[in-house]
Structures are given as C-alpha cells and as structure tokens.
C-alpha cells in the first residue's frame, strides 16, 4: 500500500486496442492492425444518396489509405479490404461502379507507388 493505494498486479497482455488500432506483440515485433466492434452497423452513404458524386470516391480513398496504414501484413490488408468492399455491396453499390475505384486507390497506396 502507498499513500492509500492499494495496487493490483495482473499479467500483462500482448495486445491492446487503442480506438481503430490493435496493437500486439508477435515474435518480439510490433504488430498493428485494425479494429472494428462486433456492433459495428457499416451504414455508409448508399448509392442513391443527395452526395455529390465524388463523395463515393473520397469515402473508398480514405478507407483504402486507413486500412493500409493501420495494417502492417498483406493478409490483413487484405481481409480490411475484402470486408470493406463486401460492406458496400450490401449497402447497395454495384460491383462496376465501385471496383475500378477499388483497383486505383489499392494501386496508389500500394508500397511499390
């Protein structure tokens, strides 16, 4: 006890969440990824919206560039990615609307740019 305080010393844990971020310890290296909760309704603008239509395009940049800066390893990008464009298609977009955006924003955030 200190000064009144009575500590509680539990295990440390390798990971934690930090608002949109999982941050965990694998084989001695820092890894970073998304997070999103369970809860989580994705109820983007649907496709008949009043928005300008550059607005579709500045919502999928932003996630795309998100995703890869959040996520350290392909198979996460990956998988963001996947879940994000499978999220638009249930809000109502057509795959030949959203894909070629899809293709361009992946290839400018891509490390090779």
């Known amino acids: 006890m200190w000064f009144g305080l009575e500590w509680e010393v539990i295990e440390s844990n ?44 500045g919502i999928i940049f932003g996630q795309i560039h998100q995703i890869f800066i959040l996520c350290l390893e392909q198979p996460d990008i990956k998988k963001s990615v996947n879940q994000f464009y499978v999220c638009l298609l249930q809000r109502g977009y057509q795959r030949t609307d959203i894909l ?14």
């Open 14 to 57: 390798t990971s934690a969440v930090f608002m949109d971020l999982t941050i965990s310890i694998k084989n001695g290296k820092i890894h970073t990824t998304r997070f999103e909760k369970s809860l989580n309704l994705y109820l983007y603008i649907p496709p008949h919206s009043a928005h300008p239509p550059g607005a579709l395009n």
């Open 100 to 113: 070629p955006i899809f293709n361009k924003d992946i290839h400018h955030n891509s490390p090779t740019h």
